[in-house]
């Protein structure tokens, strides 16, 4: 049928003149999505010249400390500012030692990139579950995760990465009184300007199963009900992340971001600090699962998640897509 001519609505509003062009769009635009949010996960294992993909994780490699330095150089030069790291040790005890060890994959990185590229910002994840022989976050007495003197290696751990070099600790252990412990362990080790992230608002999720692969840190009995945040809650999510401020935290985090985006707005609304959102390994994992059966445009879907994630409330972004989407933007 062809337009007729005489059909004329009369309308002050028209929603639809600020969206008929990019360049009009783009004026309008009320959320920016920039390499500059975004912090970019790494797998760093012992060896040389290892780059072992996760199969869950297409594109995501386990990298040797120098394969990580690599990574991390393409990623800044795309425009990532910082790294998040994670360590695969050699040996896992049941107390997970190898996570305070000065040699370990995680210190001998951060001390290799920041030797090598002098303005990335690198962060440690602190948390015992990659180290641990029976896969917890912390120290098993039966079936109870041991709460202080968990934390006490957490302190430890968190220390040595700041030892090392790292610009921010980020605990992930979801243990209680973790970030006012790690505070203080670092004011007295003369480490007042290590910045805090902590994983405030952590919460018990199914996503995480490819990172577990990644990182070979899957609980060999149990799960992590006891400590991380019951998918149901947001008021105990929020008591979390003001009991985290209270103790130090200088940025707290929510986690996993798509399934808690209304988590992540109430946090950035009620205490208006800086607030880092992680999409995690799952959610990765769904769009690249989805993309690679041509069922999902990978670009479209990778650019709105990150950009729903940004009005939600983030104001930096933890993504398996940092290089992606930063080649992108
Ligand atoms: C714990 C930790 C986990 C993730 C980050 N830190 C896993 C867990 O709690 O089981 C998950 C990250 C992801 O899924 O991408 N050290």
Redesign the pocket.
């Known amino acids: 049928m062809v337009a007729t001519t005489t059909a004329r609505l009369s309308l002050t509003r028209r929603p639809r003149r600020l969206r008929r062009t990019e360049a009009i769009r783009s004026l309008v635009r009320e959320t920016r999505l920039t390499p500059d949010c975004f912090i970019y ?1 790494l797998f760093v294992c012992a060896g040389e010249g290892v780059r072992r993909e996760i199969p869950s994780m297409p594109g995501i490699c386990q990298l040797s400390v120098d394969e990580a330095v690599e990574e991390a150089a393409a990623a800044k030069a795309e425009g990532v500012p910082a790294v998040l790291l ?1 360590g695969l040790p050699d040996e896992k005890d049941p107390t997970g030692s190898a996570a305070a060890d000065p040699d370990a994959p995680v210190q001998t990185a951060v001390r290799a990139l920041k030797r090598n590229l002098r303005d990335l910002l690198v962060m440690t ?1 602190v ?1 015992l ?2 180290y641990t022989s029976h896969g917890h ?1 912390g120290i098993v007495d039966g079936d109870e995760i041991v709460n202080d003197e968990t934390v006490m290696l957490l302190a430890q751990a968190a220390l040595s990465h700041a030892v090392a070099g790292a610009d921010v600790v980020a605990p ?2 979801m243990m209680d009184g973790r970030v006012a412990a790690i505070r203080r362990t670092l004011d007295e080790g003369g480490f007042d300007r290590t910045v805090i992230m902590s ?1 405030a608002a ?1 919460y018990c999720s199914g ?6 692969e990644a ?1 070979d ?1 899957t609980p060999q009995f149990g799960d ?1 009900r006891s400590h ?1 945040l019951d998918p149901a809650n947001v008021e105990e999510a929020l008591r979390q992340v003001e009991l985290d401020i209270e103790q130090g935290a200088d940025i707290v985090m929510v ?2 971001a798509l399934p808690y985006l209304d988590v992540l707005t109430k946090v950035k609304e009620r205490f208006g600090r800086p607030t880092a959102a ?1 999409q ?3 959610e ?1 994992a769904m769009l690249k699962a989805a993309a690679q059966r041509g069922w999902l445009d990978e670009p479209r879907v990778m650019l709105e998640t990150l950009t729903g994630i940004r009005r939600a409330g983030a104001d930096m972004i933890i993504t ?1 897509y940092a290089r992606e989407a930063a080649r992108l933007l």
């Open positions: 996960p994670f994840d948390c579950c990659e976050c992930s252990d994983y952590k996503f995480y199963g490819p990172f577990r990182a840190s992590r991380q986690k996993p992680y995690v390994s799952g990765f398996y």
